[in-house]
């Protein structure tokens, strides 16, 4: 693993915790030598996340949609700033350019970055760990109802546990680093899960 990408949210949240695990997050990749690729912002947690990674001399590469510069305000002192032309260019750039991908709380563009290399990991299309840093508690109705899709049939048990999910980013970077990605990757199956 080199570089991890980090998903999170361009606002900061109501709670403080939120700010402080980005700036956490950003330095303890630095302090693993480990790159972060993210969405090229200056704002909210995206900015904080690239901030505390530079200041910890990490490599810091933002990816960013041209129509987007003016709303997030490109960052200006990354290692490398890409400047896409689409939202669909920016995901698979960021995803081409990571060997893992990490969410921190964000909005919707948040969960649709992560569930959508979840969706190319599940289909085969990489077999890059990912998973959510639940800070504060944030994620942890999503994990149920990821557990209730999973009961109902809707994802594969092999599938479910393609995603980790802690609270401790010590933890969660030690199961990314150990994951396994399922052995056999099967898109339609009409069996019983």
Not at 26 to 50: E, I, Q, S, W
Not at 171 to 182: F, K, N, T
Request: proline residues 5%; negative net charge.
């Amino acid at each position: 693993m080199r570089r991890v990408c980090v998903f999170c949210g361009s606002s900061f949240g109501i709670r403080p915790a939120y700010t402080e695990a980005a700036r956490a997050l950003g330095a303890l990749l630095a302090a693993n030598g480990l790159g972060v690729v993210y969405g090229g912002g200056n704002v909210g947690l995206m900015g904080v996340v690239a901030d505390a990674a530079l200041a910890a001399g990490g490599e810091v590469i933002g990816v960013i949609p041209e129509a987007m510069m003016k709303w997030e305000v490109g960052h200006p002192a990354l290692t490398e700033l890409r400047v896409v032309a689409s939202m669909h260019e920016r995901k698979a750039m960021m995803a081409d350019l990571a060997d893992a991908f990490i969410a921190l709380p964000g909005g919707v563009g948040t969960m649709e970055e992560l569930f959508e290399v979840w969706t190319w990991g599940q289909l085969g299309l990489h077999a890059k760990p990912l998973g959510f840093l639940d800070v504060a508690g944030y994620y942890s109705q999503l994990h149920s109802f990821l557990d209730h899709m999973a009961a109902e049939g809707f994802i594969k048990p092999r599938h479910r546990q393609m995603v980790a999910m802690d609270s401790d980013p010590v933890e969660l970077l030690a199961r990314l680093r150990g994951y396994v990605p399922p052995a056999t990757i099967q898109v339609i199956d009409n069996s019983a899960v």
